[in-house]
């Protein structure tokens, strides 16, 4: 049977996440339900085709059409070719579209095409008819899709209905992060006695920025001689700006690349260095634009070493380095690290994405399949043209600064819809030294700010969408100023002052609004050659403008010394000096600072440790007696070390006494735990029991962050008794504690919505963590665990978040019914919405064949879109060769290996295929063979399943009753590395068959899957 949720069960997620919208006669409304969409199986660059007809029965008296499509697309009406969106931000307008009707059936046809990250395509057509009636056709998930295009596809009379690729929404016309391009923009520039800002300030505008002839701006530096650069986000170019007395004077610049016509256009980084201004372009390349002719402009662009994509998630900042001799470039999490070949050094050492338990990816697709290194940072040489990465794990980044100590900070951002979760993170300036990996990671997987293997932000703001980063360094404001860093927020219209403080090898700090006004769209910002600050508003199409800020108070503005790096960061400099570089001196010297307590000092220990051979240190590990090298040499050989070396890790550990640890110290010990299970092997039973042993008795503890990784870790052991202790910090729960970020969202009425939602009724962030965790824990559970579970889930589906939050909820619930055993799941249908009965209804008939060996390649061209799968067959199929027998998938199957029905929340169609046809690549613990000794001599092999002193084994395969006995006659249980599952089992299929099976599984066995639309 089907899952069927209750109207009040869960219906949040139906609401914000499905719905499919026809063209009905309605009234024009600002809040048309006009859909973002795109197609629901992946994002990738390649192209979609977009068909959609409606009918027109009477005359028409006026239309209006507005489209767009983040990135690209062209659009025909009743085969004709309107007119081309070059980028979201600028939308297809027609004003009088009346002329591109007819009476009877009309046809719109799209061709659509991302430039990576998100993807998403809008229409709306306004009409208005004669006899008075108004309506719309709008885009959504009736629409029809293709992934290919056929001849004569864009014409009226084609036939589209075997058309059957399925779309999916992402939100209503006017969602973040698109708004309303083109559209709710102010006509005119802010006025600067509108703007909060410190006291003895004072703003001015110098310039509104023509939209139409100059586009949108979003890069902003200054040149050697006083004057600026910017650019347009969109096509428009290259400006150059000159501010004085008489005025503000704009100079369009025509700069082509080498052998190209096109304008160079669409910086998020710009900086003058050299003699030459760098440009690192939107979804394309860095470039250097030289003066070619000798005029003083620059002219021709020169493309250097990097990689292209991303878009607004791609390549970001470029500023000169602390040296004046290279450049720091700064890539968002979808863009693509530079080139192999051009990296000549990795200061970050063997990044992964290190997760002790699985991770949900987001419950919309943002991100979906986007792994390590996520964000990052390189210093790049011009005369080398080489790369030496820097820092990662950033999610978006958008740009850095270096203070007057010559420190690097980065601006980092988090995904918004996530809001009112556990492993959301608010925005936040980072302290970017050498060597770092920030955590960043796709879906649940963000790591927290006290893992041993990251760093700790030095202030986090609050919610918004980060842009701009700059020193106060140059300035001609008092001290404090001087020496502040500038955080521009597009979303909430703010610039804060970042105040930092010296603490260590690292720093703090604290941020104050320094100007901040509703709807005024920041973006990037330079310090003048007057000591002014000088800032643009703009991008995502909107009215864009140039202000500069004043200091007219009565405190001194004589320029700051300098800030002295403190004694522990010229030491931690000195340690840099060895990351990503091999040198017999750097063990001697790192090692004594893997015990310190500065935890900045002790990182750049480490990685300095770290990038040297393992053979070199690995002996300093016996003579150890501080607990906090010893943790830090664990996680250190854990990241670094082999299988082999797993049992130092482990008798290393075992010499500290966890009960008596500082706070900060448990913590690293659990990390430490986790990264050898993750990069090195599982425990042994000894081993497993040694552990559970110090680790049971430690929870819960006093502290939260202590109890989550408790959590983690003995969940990961398969405790016996971590689920009845969560549970009781489930019932027993502190109210959740909600951030100070009211004033940030009333900055932005439509877009803080949410965010006030969740400040009003915030939902049990942590504890649905928990629960997450819990749905790993296989043995073990009572019918009233399993509900308290639900029933917090059911709980926290009253409060508030982001828009992902309702299907992450979802989601988890999915994993925890999926566990269960048939009596739970059928007791629990009351509360978890859930119609469940495991046996099939249906007809099961078998293949029709002929079948054939398939490899991973032959099987994977068939199934690259499940486009026209049945689900019927696949329902059938499912059956019939025998995947029913073992696993359960859509409340219907067997239940001795795991339920599959959350597989399309966790893995895509390329990862399952694999599963089948190599089911002992990666095998879990928990349905591995084992060879079983019985007290009588006897051997066994099979799934030894444990049910409190009953014993049953299930032989290899799908066929076959388990062989029942007792503990007590079982003499030993060996683990093997092969599965229970095996190979061939898709082999008497033919292709479609194959599509059709393939289809079910990654439907999770939902007939009303987008697969099937």
């Not at 000195?574 to 600072?593: C, I, K, R, T």
């Not at 019914?817 to 919405?833: F, K, V």
């Amino acid at each position: 049977m089907k899952f069927a949720r209750k109207p009040v069960l869960f219906a949040f997620a139906i609401c914000s996440v499905f719905g499919s919208f026809q063209t009905t006669e309605a009234k024009p409304s600002k809040s048309s339900a006009a859909q973002w969409v795109w197609r629901a199986d992946k994002t990738n660059d390649e192209p979609i085709y977009l068909r959609h007809q409606f009918e027109i029965t009477g005359d028409v008296k006026s239309a209006s059409l507005y489209t767009t499509c983040d990135n690209r697309a062209t659009v025909w009406v009743n085969g004709k070719a309107i007119g081309k969106v070059p980028d979201w931000q600028q939308p297809l307008l027609v004003a009088k579209a009346k002329s591109l009707l007819k009476k009877g059936r009309n046809q719109i046809a799209v061709k659509a095409q991302n430039k990576g990250g998100v993807a998403a395509f809008v229409f709306k057509l306004k009409v208005e008819m004669a006899d008075g009636k108004n309506w719309e056709v709008v885009s959504g998930e009736d629409w029809k899709l293709s992934l290919e295009a056929a001849d004569g596809w864009e014409k009226p009379g084609f036939d589209d209905s075997d058309w059957n690729a399925k779309l999916k929404t992402l939100g209503k016309l006017g969602v973040q992060p698109w708004g309303i391009p083109g559209e709710k923009a102010p006509d005119k520039a802010a006025e600067p006695d509108e703007f909060q800002i410190a006291e003895g300030f004072e703003a001015e505008l110098l310039y509104t920025v023509p939209k139409g002839e100059q586009g949108s701006w979003v890069s902003l530096c200054v040149a050697p001689d006083g004057s600026f650069y910017a650019t347009d986000q969109g096509g428009k170019g290259l400006f150059r700006i000159v501010v004085s007395d008489g005025g503000t004077v704009v100079t369009p610049l025509r700069v082509t690349e080498a052998g190209s016509d096109q304008i160079l256009s669409g910086a998020q980084g710009l900086t003058w260095f050299q003699g030459s201004l760098w440009f690192h372009r939107n979804g394309g390349a860095l470039y250097r634009v030289i003066d070619s002719n000798g005029d003083g402009l620059p002219d021709q662009a020169e493309k250097q070493p990097s990689n292209n994509g991303g878009g607004e998630h791609g390549n970001h900042a470029v500023i000169p380095d602390e040296s004046g001799k290279q450049l720091y470039v700064v890539g968002g999490n979808h863009a693509p690290i530079p080139p192999q070949d051009s990296i000549t050094r990795k200061r970050v050492q063997s990044w992964s994405e290190d997760h002790l338990l699985p991770r949900l990816w987001d419950a919309r697709g943002h991100a979906r399949g986007r792994l390590a290194p996520g964000g990052w940072i390189s210093r790049y040489d011009p005369q080398s043209k080489t790369h030496d990465l820097h820092s990662i794990g950033m999610r978006n980044a958008y740009d850095i600064a270096l203070n007057s100590a010559a420190d690097l900070f980065i601006y980092d951002a988090d995904m918004e819809w996530d809001v009112g979760s556990h492993w959301y993170r608010p925005t936040r300036i980072n302290f970017s030294v050498s060597g770092s990996d920030y955590g960043w990671r796709s879906g649940t997987g963000k790591w927290p700010n006290y893992y041993e293997d990251s760093l700790p932000p030095v202030v986090e703001i609050g919610p918004g969408s980060p842009t701009g980063l700059l020193s106060g360094t140059g300035t001609k404001f008092p001290v404090k100023y001087q020496r502040a860093l500038y955080a521009f927020d597009w979303t909430f219209g703010t610039i804060w002052a970042i105040h930092l403080k010296q603490e260590g090898a690292g720093y703090v700090g604290t941020r104050e609004n320094f100007l901040s006004r509703s709807a005024l769209p920041l973006t990037d910002a330079a310090v003048g050659k007057d000591g002014h600050l000088y800032f643009l508003v703009g991008g995502r199409g909107t009215q864009s403008a140039m202000y500069r800020v004043r200091y007219t108070g009565k405190e001194s503005t004589e320029p700051a010394p300098a800030l002295d790096p403190t004694k522990a960061r010229q030491l931690a400099r000195q340690l840099e000096n060895f990351h990503g570089v091999v040198d017999s001196s750097a063990v001697e010297m790192a090692w004594p600072y893997l015990g310190s307590e500065d935890r900045f000092l002790r990182h750049a220990a480490r990685v300095a440790v770290e990038s040297q051979p393992v053979e070199t240190w690995i002996e300093r590990l016996n003579g150890v007696s501080s607990h906090q090298t010893m943790i830090t040499a664990c996680v250190a050989l854990a990241r670094s070390g082999s299988a082999e070396q797993q049992s130092l890790v482990f008798n290393t550990l075992g010499r500290i006494p966890f009960a008596s640890l500082p706070l900060s110290q448990k913590l690293g010990f659990l990390r430490a735990l986790s990264l050898t299970f993750i990069r090195m092997d599982r425990p042994s039973e000894i081993q497993r029991e040694m552990i559970l042993n110090v680790l049971e008795r430690e929870l819960p503890a006093d502290n939260a962050d202590l109890n989550t990784e408790l959590i983690r870790v003995l969940t990961y052991l398969q405790s016996p008794e971590v689920v009845a202790k969560t549970i009781a910090l489930i019932k027993n729960r502190p109210e959740t504690i909600v951030p100070d970020w009211a004033a940030i969202a009333a900055r932005n009425p439509s877009y803080g919505a949410s965010i006030k939602g969740f400040l009003d009724n915030p939902p049990p962030s942590r504890e649905v963590y928990y629960v997450l965790m819990l749905s790993n824990v296989q043995n073990g559970w009572t019918l009233e665990q399993r509900k308290a579970c639900i029933e917090l889930l059911n709980e926290a589906g009253k409060g508030s978040g982001g828009a992902s939050f309702p299907g992450f909820l979802a989601n988890i619930r999915d994993l925890h019914l999926s566990q269960m055993s048939n009596e739970h799941r059928s007791a629990l249908a009351d509360i978890s919405g859930e119609s469940f009965n495991p046996v099939p209804d249906f007809e099961i008939k078998p293949p029709q064949g002929p079948g054939r060996q398939y490899t991973l390649e032959s099987a994977g061209k068939h199934v690259k879109s499940l486009k026209g799968a049945s689900f019927q067959n696949g329902r059938s199929l499912y059956f019939s060769v025998s995947c029913g027998a073992c696993h359960r998938l859509g409340g219907l199957g067997g239940d001795i290996g795991p339920d599959l029905s959350s597989i399309p929340n966790k893995f895509d169609t390329s990862y399952v295929l694999e599963a089948i046809i190599n089911p002992n690549k990666d095998v879990s613990d928990q349905y591995s063979m084992f060879d079983i000794l019985l007290a009588d001599g006897t051997q066994k092999q099979g799934l030894y399943v444990r049910n409190g002193k009953d014993v049953s084994i299930y032989p290899a395969g799908h066929s076959g009753e388990p062989f029942l006995t007792t503990v007590d006659q079982v003499k030993s249980v060996k683990q093997t590395s092969n599965s229970q599952m095996p190979a061939g089992l898709i082999n008497s299929l033919n292709p479609s068959e194959l599509k059709d099976l393939m289809g079910y599984l990654m439907s999770g066995g939902d007939s009303k899957s987008r697969i099937y639309r």
